[in-house]
């Protein structure tokens, strides 16, 4: 696998060394953005206790939240692939959109109009400041894949994590099937 430039629409995967970040343990990020300022990001695979009603009760949807990343966790954001149903969303890459006209999507999730393939919610959203990335990135904390899934919204978040390392192979191959707390082992 090539040595990738973090991009919109990209993946940032945890590297198997920061195993003892709490917040990034085995994370694959969505990156939503990217500028010489600043990079945003989604983590895919941390499903919250929480679903969509839980927070806002005048909503009638019981989809999950996931923990989007360590800042403004207070904060509800989704991702989605229906800018046709949600106007004024932003593209991140090839089908991918983020946020959008709250009030079109609040609609949309009353009447029954969106599939849980179609959007994910985030409280909070992981972000770095200029070069941060980079330095993390050069530090061998991440490194940066493709998103070549049709659907990374539907994607089972349980396996996610270990596929990408799988993908990379070599050494990554041992730390697939390494349980969790490495110190169970």
Known sequence: MTHLKPLKGRLLIAEPSILNDSSFNRAIILITEHTSKNSVGFILNRPLEYTLQDLLPEINCEFTIYQGGPVEQDNLYFVHKVPNLIPD?????????????FESLKHLLNTGGLEKSDIRFFLGYSGWEKNQLTNEINSNSWFISENDFKNILSKDEESLWRNKILQKGGDYKLWANAPSDVNLN
Do not use: A, L, Q, T
């Open 89 to 101: 969303s932003i593209e991140v890459d090839r089908g991918i959109f983020w946020g959008g006209n």
